[in-house]
């Protein structure tokens, strides 16, 4: 028995990500209250569990912004440990760099269904004044850097959330499993986000679970990217490794070079990632073309291809975007001042029955939905 | 004096089908076939056979075949027929074995040991007969950074670049050793198909600027035919460094070819050897090569991209990583089995690397450097399918250039003869007799129609591999795998071995 459970632990990790490159079908949920109203966790949860069949138990997981008010203008590091090495090491490394006022245990509770957790902790910290001063990065690069350290070269450590006031919930197992593990029912936010991953293969490491996070970006995706390399090596060029060979990955660090790097304007991410078709682009007027034929002459290797719908999470704001020819269902909604994006419109309809609208977002065409007062979500 | 050489090739007549109406005669200008009036027989002198296919393929009563002489040495491993007849030749002549087009040895070709994907079940192909299939390129430097003005427009640097309908672009070959008929069209084609052909160093003759909105001008070491209205005339400049069929050695066009038009084009007299040195004289080191990089853009107020080709030698990606530097707009890297209108066959047959161990490493060593957004990358010598032009766009490089397929198009049978001056096609001659079998309007659309079956099957690949957009192949790797590769050439090409 002891040499089967070996050899199923020698193939989980061979087939670990960034051993391999596994396609995930998933299921995809989101909503944003514009106002800020702290929405709870847990409609995320029954939402995903309606769209149960579309998740195959090897993953789960879950973003929140604007859940940990106390804690608003510190660094919040979710990291999973292999062991106690793993935490020392990473612990050590993170005391030297940030003034961490509180870390603990995240609660957890016993769930049938999960099964082979690491040791997760959180830390909250803020940069010390001296390493800011000292180093030539800015301060969000720095801290990126640090975590892109942690969970390149301290073995068994992995920190999975980096963002302020928001954090990361995930884990393997089906969503409403991995929910209820992380007592998402304590949870409030203005934004969540949720992911249920159907991969096409049998890994077991939690890391490998979505939401995909860096700073305050969180994405989910459903899909599987065709322009993987292409972006991919596109993305190296500038420094990002993308060491997990996952398209939430490559899709994580796009949008973070596209809008925190060179400032891009949302809309104008999206049309990299998702553009026109130099058809459509040819009949514009004269400065839209300009513009367009610029951006994807310019950013042609971030041009992604093959399905996805995906949802961004960002601090104050969500955006949902579809590849441009529509090859994965994504659903919109709106009720008062909370916008829903779900892969199925039933995930929506369990948590808010008599939406104000639904609609089902075009190609390419980008769902934006930001707070109206950007300070309202602390 | 005894000849030692026996003919590679015999002519088989079969009298039974042989109406002797003499075409065979008239159309063959080496005098292979000679028709006997007293006996009333035509015979083939089999020593002057080049094996064109000229006499075959316009035979009205399809009498005529050319097979391999199986007239033989006492068989040998090492010392081959074709290493004892270089022999004879060299002690008969003194002088340096010459040949053309692209090497007949058998070199591998990495195209045909790498496999393309496909998608299924986790991702939808997708079918160009009823989605947008895009396969529009842009050729040159791009910018690198990017600010809003107020209005929400963006501001970048501006960088010329090419625009092509299809990756695909046609070689250089000069006017001189090609036809006029034969560059007329190449001109046409890339006209009709919003692509780009390339003057090569002979100059442009004065009846084809018309086409210059798809022409690319070249400058070479021998700097024919280049002034301010010819740098004007095309839409790009190219610095010809080195071709793949001959790195490191100049050309030599002959005197005999060189008649009043082509004189008037190089702007040399008539009947002198044409002769570009092998490198440019102005070009010692990289930093020269800035010199004429710039030099070429002041004469053209920096609104043209400059192109810079050379031949895939050993130290391929430091040098391409020099040019990238240089201020030039696009790299041409040309490998070792292209062809050449005239080589000398030890140079052609060994030296230089094949073009796709070049491209991987060029396009890795650019990215690892950070400068591969500085240039645009083309790449020939031997491409010579869709599906190569498909894996080379795949390994990293923006586009192609094709010359030995555009010429097989206008009627080439690669009987390697074209520094003979004595084509039978009509395409590398000057003899107005020859040239006029090439006709122009023919000629063009089988070159449109080549370019399009072959973006046609272009699209239906990426199809396959669910890629919409040619820049999500671009340097996608991933689509491809070696078959039958050791580590070390998986490694250089970046790519997996199928299974993988």
Known sequence: MDEIEQRLAEVAEKNREGNVRIPSGCAICGYFSRKGKALPAVDAVDAMAYMHDRSNGLGGGFAGYGIYPDFADHYAFHIFYDNEKAREDAESFLKLRFDVSNMERIPTRKVYGISGAPLIWRYFGKLQPEIAAHTELDEEEYVCRSVIHINTKIKGAYVFSSGKNMGVFKGVGFPEDVGEYYRLGDYKGYCWTAHGRYPTNTPGWWGGAHPFNILNYTVVHNGEISSYDANRRFMEIYGYKCTLLTDTEVITYIIDYLHRKRGLKLPDVAKVIAPPFWSQIERMDAPEREKLTTLRNMYASLLITGPFSIILGYSGGMMALNDRLKLRSMVAAEKDDVTYISSEECAIRSICPDPDRTWSPAGGEPVIVELDNKEGGR | ?500
């Open chain 2, 1 to 500: 004096m005894i000849d030692y050489i026996q003919p590679d090739y015999e002519v088989v007549r079969n009298k039974d089908l042989c109406i002797k109406c003499k075409v065979c005669v008239r159309q063959c200008a080496n005098e292979v076939h000679v028709y006997d009036e007293k006996r009333d027989v035509l015979f083939a002198d089999n020593s002057k056979c080049v094996n064109c296919h000229r006499c075959v393929t316009l035979c009205p009563a399809k009498a005529l075949k050319i097979v391999k002489t199986d007239h033989c040495f006492k068989p040998s491993a090492n010392y081959t027929k074709e290493i004892i007849y270089d022999i004879y030749r060299q002690a008969d002549t003194g002088g340096v074995l010459l040949s053309s087009m692209g090497t007949p040895k058998d070199y591998p070709v990495y195209w045909d040991k790498i496999l393309i994907n496909a998608s299924q079940v986790t991702n939808p192909s997708i079918d160009p007969l009823r989605e947008p299939m895009e396969i529009k390129t842009f050729l040159g430097r791009k910018p690198e950074k990017i600010e809003y003005a107020a209005d929400g427009s963006i501001k970048t640097e501006k960088y010329p670049n090419l625009e092509l309908k299809t990756p695909i672009m046609f070689s250089a070959m000069s006017y001189g050793s090609i036809s006029k008929n034969a560059h007329m069209c190449l001109a046409r084609a890339a006209e009709e198909l919003g692509t780009f052909y390339n003057t090569g160093e002979g100059g442009l003759h004065e009846d084809l600027y018309k086409y210059s909105p798809n022409t690319i001008v070249q400058v070479a070491s021998g700097r024919f035919g280049v002034h301010a209205d010819y740098l004007e005339a095309g839409q790009a400049i190219e610095i010809k460094i080195g071709q793949g069929a001959k790195p490191g050695i100049g050309g030599h066009l002959p005197g005999q070819k060189i008649g009043p038009d082509v004189s008037r084009t190089r702007m040399i007299p008539m009947g002198a050897d044409a002769i570009s040195p092998a490198p440019h004289h102005d070009i010692y080191s990289i930093e020269d090569l800035r010199q004429l990089v710039f030099s070429l853009k002041e004469a053209t107020d920096y609104k043209k991209p400059i192109i810079v080709k050379i031949a895939a030698v050993h130290n391929i990606a430091a040098i391409a990583s020099g040019i990238a530097r240089s201020g030039a707009d696009v790299i041409a890297i040309d490998g070792m089995r292209g062809g050449t209108g005239a080589a000398p066959s030890r140079i052609r047959d060994n030296v230089g690397i094949p073009i796709e161990l070049a491209l991987a490493s060029v396009d890795s060593r650019l990215r690892e450097e950070g400068i591969r957004n500085n240039v645009g990358i083309v790449v020939g010598g031997s491409i010579r399918s869709s599906a190569d032009v498909v894996k080379a766009i795949a390994l990293g490089a923006d586009a192609v250039y094709i010359a030995t397929p555009a010429l097989l198009a206008l009627g080439c049978h690669l009987c390697r003869s074209c520094h003979s001056g004595k084509c039978n096609w009509g395409i590398a001659t000057q003899s107005p007799e020859l040239v006029r079998r090439l006709n122009p309007d023919i000629g063009y659309k089988r070159l449109v129609n080549l370019v399009t079956a072959w973006s046609h099957e272009i699209m239906e690949m990426m199809g396959g591999m669910g890629i919409n957009s040619i820049e999500a192949l671009r340097g996608n790797r991933l689509m491809l795998r070696g078959i039958g590769l050791s580590q070390k050439e998986l490694d250089i090409l970046g790519i997996g071995h199928a299974g993988e």
